[in-house]
């Protein structure tokens, strides 16, 4: 099953459940910047992806150049079949930002800043023209300490962590492999919305929007749901190595949970920023 489920990380991206997973936060995002300005010329997508929300920012901004930057070229060669009018695509570690000449009036990034060092956040300013807009999506859960919600109202997909963890202690075979810690070191790395905003701030963004909103969305099964999770991010890197009877083991626990809390659902919570140069 494990080659199943790896083979598919890419294409499960553009699943319909993470389609509309990364495309219900990006469609709440846009309709903040609306509140502000609701004409650009030049936009950058940053982490693209596969291009979610290259396609929404085409369909809503007819005239616009737009170009995706993501550091992934399998994410990429998803978003270049699609084939999107004035949308340019390009393999970029946007760690290097800096270094990108075009100024524009809108950077976008959607779920893709926790994983960016906090010393880019600085450099996106100097990619805006004045008055532009920089407007970006996390994870609104506390991902320093991998503190999860978990029960009030059964959603078996915040528990995955701790499925992981418990998975990862259930085993003696288990307890000297590295990928619980990797899993959890990677998330515990990620940059956080305080920091995102104080840095911004620093270099003389204006904050406009600050939001945490949550929304639910519901998997077929347990194999889907983690298919959806691994494909996302760095899942697909810190899983790449996962032996398969790890994998097993964890989808079995959480089938129990979904047996338990008779549903599998996931509880989406983000924070969605805007700012202004
Ligand atoms: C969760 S996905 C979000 C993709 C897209 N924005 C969307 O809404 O579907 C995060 C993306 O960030 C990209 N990424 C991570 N680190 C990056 C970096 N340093 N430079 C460019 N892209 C990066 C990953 O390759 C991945 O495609």
Do not use: H
Not at 80 to 96: G, M, T, W
Not at 106 to 115: A, E, K, S, T
Not at 142 to 150: A, D, L, P, S, W
Not at 249 to 269: A, P, S, V
């Amino acid at each position: 099953m494990s080659t199943t489920v790896f083979n598919q990380l890419y294409l499960d991206y553009e699943s319909e459940e993470n389609q509309s997973y990364y495309g219900q936060i990006g469609e709440k995002l846009l309709q903040y910047i609306r509140k502000y300005k609701d004409n650009f010329e030049e936009i950058l997508d940053i982490c693209c992806g596969t291009g979610i929300v290259s396609q929404k920012l085409r369909e809503q901004y007819g005239q616009a150049n737009i170009v995706g930057l993501d550091i992934s070229q399998n994410m990429l060669s998803i978003a270049e079949a699609k084939r999107l009018e004035n949308v340019s695509f390009y393999q970029y570690d946007v760690n290097k930002i800096e270094t990108y000449e075009q100024k524009v009036d809108l950077i976008i990034c959607n779920y893709g800043i926790q994983w960016l060092n906090l010393r880019t956040i600085g450099s996106i300013g100097d990619t805006l023209r004045k008055g532009g807009i920089f407007a970006c999506t996390l994870p609104g859960y506390t991902i320093g300490n991998v503190k999860v919600e978990q029960g009030a109202s059964s959603f078996i997909g915040n528990m995955i962590f701790k499925a992981i963890i418990d998975v990862s202690k259930s085993k003696k075979e288990y307890l000297s492999l590295r990928y619980p810690k990797k899993i959890i070191s990677t998330w515990s790395d990620c940059i956080e919305a305080s920091q995102v905003i104080d840095m911004a701030k620093q270099n003389g963004l204006e904050l406009l929007e600050n939001k945490v909103e949550k929304f639910t969305i519901e998997f077929k099964d347990v194999k889907n749901l983690v298919c959806s999770i691994l494909a996302r991010g760095t899942f697909g890197n810190t899983f790449a190595d996962v032996k398969e009877t790890f994998l097993y083991d964890l989808i079995e626990r959480l089938e129990e949970l979904q047996c338990k809390y008779q549903n599998c659902c996931e509880e989406n919570i983000s924070q969605y920023l805007v700012f202004q140069k």
